[in-house]
């Protein structure tokens, strides 16, 4: 059963938070609180897309294709904290 928010309309949007914050690529960086310990400024958090090119640029080196790869393994860590 549907209960239209107002009369004669079947959908409706909530508008999210606005994040002012972007990365390079003018996708929002999203609040701190969900985060999950990983940096304490945009800077930090964003970090990680330079350990995933360093990885990727290791893979190269030892001629592995990652476009080709269906998987990889990544035991990963957890935040410092």
Known sequence: MFFPYKEGNECY??????YTEKCELD???PPQELWLGYGKNS???L???E????M?????QDGY????MKRIMDFGCAPEE
Do not use: C, F, R, W
């Open 13 to 18: 949007i909530i508008n999210g938070t606005d």
């Open 27 to 29: 996708l929002p960086i």
């Open 43 to 45: 800077m930090e958090y």
């Open 47 to 49: 970090h990680g897309k």
């Open 51 to 54: 350990q995933v090119a360093k």
């Open 56 to 60: 990727i640029k290791i893979l190269e």
């Open 65 to 68: 294709d990652i476009s080709k």
